[in-house]
């Protein structure tokens, strides 16, 4: 077959998520929730990112995965389901589906568009291949039991998006995956996360020389300006990024540079000079904290493999 399957499961709430979009900018502490960053500047200035020297997640994952891929391949196994959470444009899981001879593809991600385009691509590269597109939230919680028959299946969750949960979200989502897992006898999940390292490396990562990263924080607001109609100057906010190492993550934060008022649903949000609003946190743990959240969702064998210099871990749970 050379064709792919499209299903909408995501449940759409727009005047809900308009609420609360404006309720997180009219509260004490301001925040604006990271979905809000991918639009399509956004997007293009994410995959800047993942190029920039400072940021390290993305290559050193990707070089995890070629050294050790033998190792992992044959710890997962062949003729798995491959659901492939927050699939984006695929190339990830593509790079992954020679070496473990999936018998199904199941892309799963919130972006329809981009879903459907990454299919397309694939389609004539992988004539012979079952390829499904899940248009859904799982970060609202990971139902699948319907796309899935009960053959074993391998989730795969790379480029450590799992730091964008707080710990107790992301305990939940795993053992979700868990219980899909003990469904099908044989089935695991291949997930990427990065490690505790020194704040000035962490920082950098989340706060480049060339400001890229600035751009993409401030990118934000344009995205909010045309949802809400307010009218942020992204200039009038500094992009602020640090490692709290108290809570093992790095936070991004918006810094009003002088007193502005704006707009909100018909509220005006005053923002005093040095204000901030919150627009990401990305947790990081080291093997043993990981592994040890891995058995507490529920999984039995953990493997994990890294880099040299232990910047990064991806790990195998079954």
Same mark, same amino acid.
């Given at each position: ?43 293009? #200035?994410?995959?800047?990112?993942? @190029? *920039? ?14 050294? $050790? ?48 385009g990454a299919l397309a691509r694939m389609a004539p590269e992988f004539p012979e291949l079952e390829l499904t597109g899940i248009i859904a ?36 989502? #795993?053992?979700?995956? $868990? ?41 934000? #607001?344009?995205?909010?300006? =045309?949802? *809400? ?9 500094? $992009? ?6 108290? #809570?093992?993550?790095?936070?991004? $934060? ?14 005006? =949000?005053?923002?005093? @000079? ?45």
């Amino acid at each position: 077959m050379s064709d792919f399957r499209l299903f909408d499961r995501l449940t759409r709430d727009a005047a809900g998520e308009r609420r609360a979009l404006v309720d997180g900018l009219l509260a004490k502490h301001a925040a604006i929730p990271p979905k809000y960053f991918y639009d399509g500047v956004g997007c293009a #200035l994410f995959g800047a990112i993942c @190029e *920039l020297p400072e940021y390290y997640p993305t290559r050193t994952e990707r070089a995890i995965f070629t050294h $050790h891929r033998a190792d992992i391949a044959a710890s997962i196994g062949p003729d798995r389901q491959f659901v492939d959470l927050g699939a984006g444009d695929c190339c990830k899981a593509e790079s992954w589906l020679p070496f473990v001879a999936p018998s199904r593809y199941i892309a799963v991600d919130i972006a329809g568009d981009a879903l459907a385009g990454a299919l397309a691509r694939m389609a004539p590269e992988f004539p012979e291949l079952e390829l499904t597109g899940i248009i859904a939230d799982f970060t609202q919680g990971l139902d699948l039991r319907s796309d899935l028959n009960g053959n074993p299946s391998l989730f795969f969750y790379p480029g450590s998006s799992i730091g964008n949960f707080t710990p107790d979200e992301a305990l939940r989502f #795993l053992s979700d995956i $868990h219980l899909h897992c003990v469904a099908a006898p044989g089935s695991g999940l291949l997930i990427g996360v990065d490690t505790k390292k020194s704040p000035e490396r962490l920082t950098a990562a989340y706060d480049d020389a060339l400001g890229v990263t600035g751009a993409f924080n401030r990118n934000v #607001l344009r995205h909010v300006n =045309r949802l *809400l109609r307010t009218r942020f100057d992204p200039l009038g906010f500094a $992009h602020v990024a640090f490692y709290d190492a108290r #809570l093992g993550r790095i936070e991004m $934060h918006l810094e009003a540079r002088w007193p502005q008022e704006i707009v909100i649903n018909d509220v005006a =949000r005053r923002f005093a @000079e040095g204000e901030l609003i919150h627009t990401e946190h990305s947790y990081k743990y080291a093997p043993s904290e990981f592994t040890a959240m891995l058995q507490q969702a529920g999984f039995a064998h953990v493997d994990c493999w890294q880099d040299r210099d232990g910047d990064f871990a991806v790990y195998y749970a079954a």
